[in-house]
């Protein structure tokens, strides 16, 4: 059973647009929600994360929107750059693990 | 301030072969985690630790133990490696999943043949 789901599995977007990946999960447990960035070569890195009691979190360029009657969140690039091209994951806490989604490569061409 | 160091970062194995995976980190954090990575599949939850002397299972388990002698290295073991077991891992540590989410290494890239 795939607990976080995520689509789509890749996206291109051109320099300037928005970027947009969306998430559902189906654990009512999980109480944090973080988006993980990572380039070819490297590690995950963490890039912003949200709890269920906030609709919306804002960071620089990036967004999370979440709505947890219908157990979804989204992240949403703005002016999406060359330099944001990379496979972006989402994920869901509870109790003592993380739990991922399959993963988004996104290509923001010039 | 290292974060999360992973050794090796590259192998190559024969099937049947055995090796150790190292993680350490510096951050004195009590969580750590053993993912790996396959295209399409995301990463995948092998084990987990909760603090030193504790190790438990997570979503894919089969063909893998863990140990957590020291609170700071968490180690990861493949008795007899099969070509399946071909993938990428991280490891990955946290002082709360929960609130700050994990800190992760660069990865170990593991070829079986």
């Known amino acids: 059973q795939q607990q976080v789901k995520q689509s789509p599995q890749s996206l291109i977007v051109q320099k300037g647009g928005i970027s947009i990946i969306n998430c559902a999960y189906e654990n009512t447990a999980f109480d944090y929600f973080p988006w993980y960035q990572q380039f070819p070569g490297k590690g995950p890195a963490l890039l912003i994360a949200i709890r269920p009691d906030v609709s919306e979190k804002k960071e620089g360029r990036f967004t999370i929107s979440f709505n947890k009657s219908a157990k979804q969140f989204s992240l949403h690039i703005m002016d999406s750059q060359p330099g944001d091209s990379a496979t972006y994951f989402c994920a869901a806490a509870g109790y003592s693990t993380l739990t991922f989604g399959k993963g988004t490569m996104l290509l923001v061409s010039p | 301030n290292a974060g999360v160091t992973q050794t090796p970062k590259f192998r190559v194995l024969k099937t049947g072969q055995s090796m150790t995976l190292l993680c350490a980190q510096d951050?004195?954090?009590?969580?750590m985690y053993w993912y790996r990575q396959d295209p399409g599949m995301g990463l995948r939850l092998i084990h987990y630790s909760v603090g030193e002397g504790t190790t438990a299972k997570g979503e894919v388990p089969d063909g893998y133990n863990v140990s957590r002698l020291k609170k700071q290295n968490f180690l990861l073991g493949l008795e007899s490696a099969a070509p399946s077991q071909t993938s990428v891992y991280f490891c990955?540590?946290?002082?709360?999943?929960?609130?700050?989410?994990?800190?992760f290494g660069q990865g170990t890239r593991l070829t079986v043949v």
């Open positions: 990955a540590s946290s002082y709360s999943i929960r609130a700050g989410g994990a800190f």
């Open positions: 951050m004195n954090h009590e969580y």
